[in-house]
């Protein structure tokens, strides 16, 4: 929701406002550990920070004021 709010009020602005949903990570956020999420699936976490560059590059231009995923726009 407050993605949706900073989109509304600086879209006037020329400002551009995304959120991104890079999936699951293997990090060491929520204390599994790197090694556990990778055998739970996740991917690297290079992968998520694909996601966020392609919105920095201009090439997710299209779904400002979207959630940005690996397979496209995520539905909320």
Known sequence: M???DW???LQADGVKV???GPGMCATNLGGLGPEL???MGCEHPS???LIIRSVIEGERDEDVGK???RDGVIDW
């Open 2 to 4: 407050l993605m949706l």
């Open 7 to 9: 989109n509304h009020k």
């Open 18 to 20: 995304w959120a991104v």
């Open 37 to 39: 999420a990778y055998k």
């Open 47 to 49: 992968r998520g920070g």
């Open 67 to 69: 959630i940005v995923g």
